[in-house]
C-alpha cells in the first residue's frame, strides 16, 4: 500500500500561482511513476501531468502544458506541481496518483485531493 495526502490547494486570482505538493509513505516511492489528476466540478476526472520514476520524463495535458511544471523528490517521497499562470478553468479538486503507467487507468493508489480554485 502507498499512502499519498496532497497539499497546497487554496483560493487564487487569475494569473497567479500555487504548488502542490504530495507526501508518500509505505512502499518505495522511487518505484512509482507519479502523477496529478484533477476533477472540475460536473466533470470527469482528468489527466494533468505524470513524471518517471527518476524525474527525467514528464508528460503534460495540451492546455497545462507551459504553465504547470511536475517534479518530484525521491528523497523526500514527495512530488510537487507548480502552477504558474492560473485560470478560471483551471479550478478543480487536484489528485496526486501513484502507478505503473503514463495514464489514468495506470494509477495504483490515489489521495483525497486538494481543492483549487482559481477567481476571476
Known amino acids: 500500500q502507498v499512502q499519498l495526502v496532497e497539499s497546497g490547494g487554496g483560493l487564487v486570482q487569475t494569473g497567479g500561482s500555487l504548488r502542490l505538493s504530495c507526501a508518500a509513505s509505505?512502499?518505495?516511492?522511487?518505484?512509482?511513476?507519479m502523477g496529478w489528476f484533477r476533477q472540475a466540478p460536473g466533470k470527469e476526472r482528468e489527466f494533468v501531468s505524470t513524471i518517471s520514476r527518476s524525474g527525467a520524463w514528464t508528460y503534460y495535458a495540451d492546455d497545462v502544458r507551459g504553465r504547470l511544471t511536475i517534479s518530484r523528490d525521491n528523497a523526500k517521497n514527495t512530488v510537487y506541481l507548480q502552477m504558474n499562470s492560473l485560470k478560471p478553468e483551471d479550478t478543480a479538486v487536484y489528485y496526486c496518483?501513484?502507478?505503473?503507467?503514463?495514464?489514468?487507468?495506470?494509477?495504483?493508489?490515489w489521495g483525497i485531493g486538494t481543492l483549487v480554485t482559481v477567481s476571476s
Open positions: 496518483a501513484a502507478g505503473h503507467t503514463h495514464s489514468y487507468s495506470g494509477m495504483d493508489y
Open positions: 509505505g512502499r518505495t516511492f522511487s518505484n512509482f511513476i
